[in-house]
């Protein structure tokens, strides 16, 4: 598991913002999420030429935190104020998103470990997915 850190970059939802693959955000996604949370990290799959041109974003969804480390969970450290947060993004939950509902961008992941991701995604989907763009 590798650590990430903290960024500052924040949506106010007037103006347009561009997001980056790799970011995690905080989305407001109740009534999309299968498990009905309002607030859920959400880490930007989507490569940058989509972003850049796009209202929405493909992202994939935080897991829930009792999920086991599989072929299919990202496992990343976030680090806080607080200390170390473990975030789990599940590669099955791929959804695309307006981007309206991001609020907060919480941290960058590393190119190993969004490698490490594309790799995951590459076998639940069956097609090659490469980190750059």
């Known amino acids: 598991m590798n650590t990430i850190s903290n960024s500052?970059?924040?949506?106010n939802?007037?103006?347009t913002f561009e997001v980056k693959r790799g970011e995690i955000w905080?989305?407001?996604?109740?009534?999309?999420?299968?498990?009905?949370?309002?607030?859920?990290p959400v880490l930007i799959v989507q490569n940058d030429k989509g972003n850049k041109y796009s209202t929405t974003t493909i992202c994939l969804m935080g897991a829930e935190s009792n999920l086991?480390?599989?072929?299919?969970?990202?496992?990343?450290?976030?680090?806080?104020?607080?200390?170390?947060?473990?975030?789990?993004f599940n590669c099955l939950l791929l959804s695309t998103i307006d981007k309206k509902r991001l609020v907060k961008q919480i941290a960058k992941m590393d190119s190993e470990t969004m490698l490490e991701t594309s790799k995951k995604l590459n076998k639940v989907f069956g097609i090659g997915i490469t980190i750059l763009d």
């Open 13 to 15: 939802g007037t103006r």
């Open 68 to 88: 086991v480390i599989s072929e299919y969970v990202q496992s990343v450290n976030w680090r806080t104020s607080y200390g170390i947060i473990v975030l789990k």
């Open 8 to 11: 500052k970059r924040e949506s």
């Open 26 to 40: 905080l989305a407001r996604l109740k009534g999309n999420d299968p498990h009905n949370r309002d607030l859920v």
